[in-house]
C-alpha cells in the first residue's frame, strides 16, 4: 500500500482530534520525540553507553511499583490506537503500513499483555 505524505499529513488533524477528546495527546506531550539521527558505530555506541550508565545514580530507598500500572496505560493506548485505525479504515481512509500491522498483530499484543498480568505478581518491581 503506497501511502504520501499528503495522506499522511491529512491525518493528522482526524488523529489529534481523537487523541484530544481521551486526553492522550497532554499525557503523552510531555514525551521526547523519537530519535532521528543517523545510527551510532560500535564505537560510538560503546562512547555512548558508557557516558549514560555514568550519569544514572541509585536512590535510596524503594522506588514505587509501576510495572502493571504502566502496562494498563499503554495497553489502553494501544487499544485507543487500534479504535481510531479500525474507524479510519471504516471511512475508507487509508493507513500506513505499520498501522495495518498492528490490526494484523493486535491479536499477539494483547495476548502478551494477558501472559504478564497473569505471570507478574504485583509487587514484582519492586
Do not use: C
Request: glycine fraction near 6%.
Amino acid at each position: 500500500m503506497k501511502v504520501s505524505n499528503k495522506t499522511l499529513l491529512g491525518s493528522l488533524p482526524h488523529l489529534r482530534a481523537s487523541f484530544r477528546g481521551t486526553n492522550l495527546a497532554q499525557k503523552y506531550a510531555g514525551d521526547k520525540p523519537p530519535l532521528r539521527s543517523e545510527l551510532f558505530s560500535r564505537d560510538q555506541m560503546e562512547q555512548h553507553g558508557k557516558i549514560l550508565a555514568a550519569s544514572h545514580k541509585l536512590s535510596p530507598g524503594h522506588a514505587p511499583d509501576q510495572l502493571l500500572t504502566r502496562l494498563s496505560e499503554n495497553e489502553d493506548v494501544m487499544i485507543s490506537a487500534r479504535n481510531l485505525l479500525t474507524q479510519a479504515i471504516k471511512t475508507d481512509r487509508r493507513i500506513t503500513p505499520a498501522g495495518e500491522w498492528l490490526l494484523d498483530n493486535f491479536y499477539l499484543i494483547e495476548e502478551q499483555i494477558r501472559t504478564a498480568r497473569r505471570h507478574l505478581p504485583k509487587g514484582y518491581s519492586r
